[in-house]
Nanobody, 127 residues
Framework: AHFVESGGGLVQAGGSLRLSCEAS??????????IGWFRQAPGKGLEGISF????????WSLDSAKGRFAISSDIAKNTIYLQIDRLKPEDTGVYFC???????????????????WGQGTQVTVSS
């Protein structure tokens, strides 16, 4: 698998989660890449949440995600994280780690721009 996600689960509203994405298809301290997270809420389409561009030189986040979502990387562990604080029931969904090699997406939030996908991790927020 190109990415292996973990860290999802059932959490009460107001709680926090940290999702992890082991990026086996990438070497984070060497490659040119964009890696980030999409979310698919029940019955809805994919929504791009937050993305990291090679060594965090330039990140992008959905406006509504700023303040509660934070993306980061651990080069030594070759892992990308998504910290989600003050969780809301509307954050419920499957979170996918995605990536592209060697180019900048024309639009960060366009799922067609990413050729590498993880299997997803389920986040369920109870009210």
């Amino acid at each position: 698998a190109h990415f292996v996600e973990s860290g999802g689960g059932l959490v009460q509203a107001g709680g926090s989660l940290r999702l992890s994405c082991e990026a086996s298809a990438f070497t984070l301290d060497e490659d040119e890449y964009v890696i980030g997270w999409f979310r698919q809420a029940p019955g809805k389409g994919l929504e791009g949440i937050s993305f990291i561009v090679h060594n965090e030189e330039h990140n992008w986040s959905l406006d509504s995600a700023k303040g509660r979502f934070a993306i980061s990387s651990d080069i030594a562990k070759n892992t990308i994280y998504l910290q989600i604080d003050r969780l809301k029931p509307e954050d419920t969904g499957v979170y996918f780690c995605v990536g592209t090699h060697g180019r900048m997406p024309r639009s960060f939030g366009d799922e067609d721009e990413y050729e590498y996908w993880g299997q997803g991790t389920q986040v369920t927020v109870s009210s």
